[in-house]
């Protein structure tokens, strides 16, 4: 696979980053315990946001992690600290399955939109989301509910509420937004079910 620009590398590192977290907070959840695996949490969180301080405030140019930072992101906090925000609260508030798909859907349905409505999207649907794109994150979210959870009209919202948000958002981090919105509405059906 080839990626279009720097701002593609950058986002599959942040995808990466972010399966590679839910996997450690998922072994250290299930060996040792929720606390743990939330205090590891936000010990990442924290190490990021140093990493940002530096970059940021200091204008210390960090090696590796200089390379994920977008050009949008120059002078504002990356994806990965919006990530790494969502992960944290959708797990210390939500139930562990509705927080992962919520965040599932955030990295794979995202990938999906970008990378297939850059390759075939035509239509542009709103603002640079094309409809192939959206629809694409719309199945793939699908998917994802029905691989974690177990209710229909729970895995449709989910679904729906984590495309709508993609294609509405352009200048907010919808790495934020989107586990954060569909997690939300998830939950709340599931206690209102």
């Not at 949490?41 to 390379?67: C, M, N, Q």
């Not at 798909?101 to 094309?130: P, Q, S």
Request: hydrophobic fraction near 60%.
């Amino acid at each position: 696979m080839v990626w279009q620009s720097p701002n593609e590398v950058s986002r599959r590192v942040v995808h990466f980053l972010i399966l590679l977290t839910l996997i450690a907070y998922s072994i250290i959840n299930f060996g040792i315990g929720q606390k743990a695996a939330m205090l590891t949490l936000v010990g990442v969180l924290l190490f990021f946001l140093i990493l940002e301080y530096l970059r940021i405030e200091r204008d210390i140019t960090v090696p590796l992690y200089s390379k994920m930072i977008t050009a949008q992101e120059k002078d504002r906090l990356s994806s990965v600290i919006h990530f790494l925000t969502a992960t944290t609260i959708c797990l210390a508030i939500f139930d562990f399955k509705v927080a992962l798909a919520a965040l599932l859907m955030t990295t794979f349905g995202d990938m999906a939109a970008a990378m297939i409505g850059r390759k075939y999207g035509v239509t542009l649907l709103f603002r640079n989301k094309t409809l192939v794109g959206s629809v694409s994150e719309l199945i793939l979210n699908l998917v994802i509910g029905f691989l974690i959870l177990t209710n229909i009209y729970v895995i449709i919202a989910m679904a729906f509420t984590a495309t709508i948000v993609e294609i509405l958002i352009d200048e907010l981090d919808d790495n934020l937004l989107g586990p954060l919105f569909a997690g939300f509405v998830g939950q709340l059906m599931i206690i209102l079910i």
